[in-house]
């Protein structure tokens, strides 16, 4: 995904805030509208055009895989919706990556496959 170096080391001090997301949404209409709201449409480009470079730069090496040929670029809303459920993710702890886009009754969070398939997520790491 979306790398950043920091130009100097961060303070080790004591964290004195408040740890998670301090954003109170009234009515989020999505996951991509809450991700705009926190994130912004800059570092969303910046990461969807970088993935994108990243992935043609790289697509000889991944040519014979299946998931390469099946491959287009991701939008911006792709990349906030991306980004959304990964937040997500660290709320809603499940055992694996594929559990999140489980139907099984007991364990299915509804707004993954919803937000986005399974596969594509899965391939938008692989960039």
Same mark, same amino acid.
């Given at each position: 995904?979306?790398?950043? /170096?920091?130009?100097?080391? =961060?303070?080790?001090?004591?964290?004195? *805030?408040?740890?998670?997301?301090?954003?109170?949404?009234?009515? =989020?209409?999505?996951?991509?509208?809450?991700?705009?709201?926190?994130? *912004?449409?800059?570092?969303?480009?910046?990461?969807?055009?970088?993935?994108?470079?990243?992935? @043609?730069?790289? %697509?000889?090496?991944?040519? $014979?895989? =299946? /998931?390469?040929?099946?491959? +287009?670029?991701?939008? =911006? %809303?792709? $990349?906030?919706?991306? $980004?959304?459920?990964?937040?997500? $993710?660290?709320?809603? @702890?499940? %055992?694996?990556? @594929?559990?999140?886009?489980?139907?099984?009754?007991?364990?299915?969070?509804?707004?993954?496959?919803?937000?986005? +398939? @399974?596969?594509?997520?899965?391939?938008?790491?692989?960039?």
């Amino acid at each position: 995904m979306c790398g950043v /170096k920091l130009a100097k080391k =961060p303070s080790s001090g004591p964290f004195l *805030g408040t740890p998670g997301v301090n954003i109170v949404f009234d009515h =989020p209409v999505s996951v991509a509208d809450v991700m705009n709201t926190i994130i *912004g449409d800059d570092l969303t480009r910046l990461c969807t055009e970088q993935s994108n470079i990243y992935h @043609r730069q790289n %697509e000889q090496k991944w040519k $014979m895989l =299946p /998931k390469t040929l099946k491959w +287009s670029n991701i939008t =911006p %809303e792709e $990349m906030r919706k991306f $980004m959304g459920l990964i937040v997500l $993710m660290g709320q809603v @702890r499940k %055992e694996s990556v @594929r559990e999140y886009w489980s139907t099984d009754p007991t364990i299915s969070t509804p707004i993954f496959p919803q937000t986005m +398939s @399974r596969n594509r997520f899965e391939y938008i790491p692989s960039v």
